[in-house]
């Protein structure tokens, strides 16, 4: 029995393997050289050549492995969104305090504001009061 003779277009099933987990891996690693940037069964396909049809009828086990980076992605994907949104709680909760202490400071700063003005008006009715003496004080000589 002779061995059979491939040719260029048809693969060994070990190799053929072999380029579509190197496929998966380039684009989970981001590296992949048609710039497919989701793991999908359509994207590994292309990325290795082949059809998906082929990886669903004689890579079942490559199936999987894509299903299982698939849902790896996803749970990543909800746990780097989740931790994001509570930093995004706690800045906002920090704002909300730092918001309300500078209301406090500026309602503070408004009524010493208004204390000042007020004495800045009596000050002022003073030095116009014709009965007020001003009294300059003398340097003494000795």
């Not at 029995?1 to 070990?14: G, I, L």
């Not at 990325?47 to 990543?76: C, D, F, K, M, W």
């Not at 209301?103 to 116009?128: C, F, P, Q």
Request: hydrophobic share 35%; proline share 1%.
């Amino acid at each position: 029995m002779k061995p059979k003779t491939y040719s260029a277009k048809h693969k060994q099933a070990e190799d053929r393997e072999k380029d579509l987990k190197l496929a998966l891996l380039r684009i989970r690693k981001g590296r992949s050289r048609i710039n497919e940037t989701k793991v999908t069964i359509a994207a590994v396909a292309r990325e290795a050549g082949v059809s998906a049809a082929l990886i669903h009828n004689y890579y079942p086990g490559i199936a999987e492995a894509i299903r299982e980076a698939q849902s790896n992605t996803s749970e990543s994907m909800q746990n780097v969104k989740q931790r994001d949104l509570i930093a995004e709680r706690e800045k906002s909760a920090n704002y909300r305090n730092e918001i309300k202490e500078l209301r406090t400071k500026v309602a503070l700063l408004a009524s010493i504001n208004e204390v000042l003005l007020d004495e800045n008006r009596a000050l002022k009715e003073k030095m116009t009061d014709l009965t007020v003496v001003n009294l300059k004080l003398r340097s003494t000589s000795t």
